[in-house]
């Protein structure tokens, strides 16, 4: 699949030499940006992008959790020359791709010291040649350590030899649904929807957030403790706090409401068409009305929310990797994320950078 549906960047830049001319006007200090998906969708054929500030660096490293899909989106808004490209109507893939860019063209083409979680062929392979199949204290004290951290397992990924999806001449942008006499369409998730979905989550839940939100954290660092634990990992859950059963009842509503809110907003964000009747235009809050209708329920929103990850734009999951186990080439999946791209960022000098005293 990876030859046949996939291009590398190479072969990107030659295909858009042929159609798109060359810019003489942009300011020094721009990049210029060729993606892959070919002005297709939401993101043009070619852009170009500028480095943080130092002001901005530093913006970036202080947003907080809860603010990262708002300010983000500013944030990635201000490095771009071009006035007329809105990144929020960008699709989440090409916003991963345009950071993979920005990644290669401002710091490095190495994206370094990912932590790596050893599978079950991995755990075989240690305990047959590193053990020699003695399940032992030692080799569990192997295991133990590799699951919290304290033998760390890292790869790299070299950018220039991600893969992205080959585009069609008529890319489908849109999921119709039917069923009986009744149909409607839904857009593909933009960037910008998650910001616009923040802000209505926050607005809506400001109260709960502020008298709830503690103990929720609590919950929540108290389940994935357990979750760990029954997956074998060596979890303290006892040096947690506990819950009254009364405040566990307050935090599974106020978690229900929250994501039954979640759903009802993104099924309105991403609905444009209802029983024949275009309603991409209307306000949000009109749509999530109108998507509150019986017919679109659960199982055809579960549906619909698996063909949005069906979508074959942007970087190509499956890379080659040394595998940190035994040096030997792995290929793995590893979904190309826009902030896990951002949060690399820790040393703000180039490779290619040079620094001398005179």
Not at 43 to 63: D, T
Not at 95 to 123: G, M, R, W
Not at 210 to 229: C, H, S
Not at 291 to 310: G, H, L, W
Request: with cysteine; glycine share 4%.
């Amino acid at each position: 699949m990876a030859d046949e549906n996939t291009i590398d960047q190479k072969s990107i830049l030659q295909l858009v030499e042929e159609t798109a001319a060359i810019e003489t006007n942009v300011p020094a200090g721009y990049q210029r940006i060729v993606m892959s998906t070919m002005g297709k969708y939401g993101a043009p054929q070619v852009l170009h992008i500028r480095n943080f500030s130092v002001e901005e660096a530093l913006e970036l490293g202080s947003i907080a959790q809860d603010e990262i899909p708002i300010k983000i989106t500013s944030l990635l808004q201000r490095l771009i020359y071009e006035e007329d490209v809105d990144i929020r109507t960008f699709y989440e893939q090409e916003v991963s791709e345009l950071c993979i860019h920005f990644y290669q063209a401002f710091y490095s083409h190495q994206l370094k010291d990912i932590k790596y979680t050893p599978d079950e062929e991995d755990k075989k392979w240690v305990l047959e040649n590193i053990y020699k199949n003695q399940n032992g204290a030692d080799y569990q004290n192997w295991l133990r350590g590799v699951e919290n951290g304290q033998i760390p397992l890292n790869y790299d990924i070299d950018l220039n030899r991600v893969r992205y999806f080959k585009i069609p001449d008529n890319p489908k942008k849109f999921i119709r649904y039917k069923r009986g006499n009744f149909e409607c369409k839904f857009q593909y998730p933009r960037f910008g929807d998650t910001a616009l979905l923040q802000k209505a989550i926050q607005e809506k839940f400001r109260t709960e957030d502020r008298q709830i939100g503690p103990l929720y954290d609590i919950f929540k660092k108290k389940r994935d403790a357990e979750q760990r634990r029954l997956r074998g990992e060596n979890v303290a859950v006892e040096n947690l706090p506990d819950l009254n059963p009364d405040d566990v009842q307050v935090v599974r509503k106020y978690e229900l409401d929250k994501t039954s809110y979640t759903i009802q907003q993104m099924k309105g964000l991403y609905l444009v068409e209802f029983n024949g009747e275009d309603i991409s235009g209307r306000p949000l809050s009109e749509r999530v009305e109108i998507a509150k209708d019986p017919r679109i329920d659960f199982s055809m929103y579960q549906t619909v929310q698996e063909c949005f990850n069906k979508l074959e734009i942007g970087p190509y999951s499956k890379i080659t990797i040394a595998n940190p186990i035994n040096g030997l080439p792995k290929e793995i999946d590893h979904p190309f994320r826009s902030l896990e791209l951002l949060a690399a960022i820790k040393d703000y000098r180039p490779d290619d950078s040079v620094i001398e005293f005179e």
